[in-house]
């Protein structure tokens, strides 16, 4: 059996064990770093990052070494005892390494953990802080060209330092996102979230190595319209009046509007679209332009978004972007509340 490395496995919501990656099979293709669509934070959020436990040497390590994401992503990691932070670290040592992807983080207690460490160096935190900020393994590509020597994998994995069962191992390995699930390019055997794997795994003598920093093309794709690119001169944030349409432009490759809007009597209300493209929406709420709300793609007419939700008081913000990161276009916004609200 071949030498098998720890590997950190994924974190999803209950409702996302129900929808697997799909399985695909194309031969040359080629992808790096890729990031499941949807779960990108808004762009120039400040994450607030609490540990649960841990020593002082251990949260020294993860405070010099996770901001490096933020010297190429437009986000910042803010360490505090805030009870209503965004992620939660734990040091678990039979717990494996782990974290929740992008904004699947908003959907776990406040006293629960959302990543943790079970061992720690430089590349187990550079790569569990990349799935926080919404990457997914880099060898789960649909296009990266890796044939699995599938009964191979399962034996080695099946046993130690993992010991997964086959399902855990088809999650974490096996598995593929299909092409329309994902954001990415070219396949990038230097990316920090790639697994190190020997050739006795693969078909087509292919083995990748252990990766301890971020990759050119990591740096690349995290500062990139897909996901967190720098805004020289950020667009404000507008206001949304209740039951007034307001016009919105999706001017440049990759950008998202941000408007927001006050709710001064709980009630239900309904945010949509109008417009002819393709635009995806995110609600987040009360008070906070990182705690996720809700969010839509297609439920309105033709391609425009639509979320209804019963809110209560505080300030709001609705984040829209097309669903092609390449385009741009037109768009109305409308806020109602239903009567009483």
């Known amino acids: 059996m071949a030498k098998i490395n720890k590997m950190c496995f994924d974190k999803i919501l209950p409702q996302e064990l129900v929808r697997p990656q799909r399985m695909m099979r194309m031969a040359n293709g080629r992808l790096r770093a890729i990031a499941p669509k949807g ?42 005892d805030d009870p209503q932070a965004e992620i939660r670290v734990t040091f678990n040592e039979n717990d494996g390494a782990w974290s929740y992807v992008g904004t699947d983080n908003l959907g776990i207690p406040t006293h629960a953990a959302t990543l ?14 990349g799935h926080m900020i919404g990457l997914s393994h880099e060898h789960q590509s649909p296009l990266g060209g890796i044939e699995w020597n599938e009964d191979v994998v399962i034996k080695d994995l099946s046993g130690p330092p993992n010991f997964w069962n086959e399902t855990q191992i088809r999650h974490n390995v096996l598995n593929k996102y299909s092409v329309d699930q994902i954001n990415g390019t070219e396949f990038d055997e230097e990316s920090i979230m790639l697994y190190a794997f020997p050739n006795e795994w693969t078909i087509g003598d292919l083995e990748t190595h252990e990766n301890e920093k971020l990759s050119a093309l990591d740096k690349q794709f995290i500062k ?25 432009e999706i001017s440049q490759a990759g950008e998202e509007d941000l408007y927001q809007f006050v709710v001064r009597k709980p009630g239900v209300h309904t945010i949509q679209t109008m417009g002819s493209i393709d635009v995806v929406m995110k609600l987040f709420g009360p008070d906070s332009e990182t705690r ?3 969010e839509d793609d297609d439920d309105g007419s033709g391609r425009n978004s639509l979320i209804t939700a019963d809110l209560e008081r505080g300030t709001y913000f609705a984040q829209v972007r097309h669903y092609n990161e390449s385009r741009t276009g037109n768009y109305h916004i409308l806020c109602t509340a239903e009567p009483g609200a």
């Open 39 to 80: 779960k990108e934070w808004v762009n120039g959020s400040t994450l607030r990052i609490r540990f649960l436990n841990g020593n002082a040497d251990q949260i020294k390590m993860v405070k010099d070494i996770a901001p490096e994401w933020t010297r190429h992503a437009n986000l910042k990691f803010e360490f505090s």
């Open 224 to 248: 990139s319209a897909s996901m967190y690119p720098p805004i020289d001169v950020p667009k404000p944030v507008v206001e949304l009046p209740v039951a007034e349409s307001v016009r919105g």
């Open 292 to 294: 996720l709300v809700a």
């Open 116 to 129: 943790n460490l079970g061992w720690q160096d430089q590349g187990v935190i550079l790569h569990e802080f």
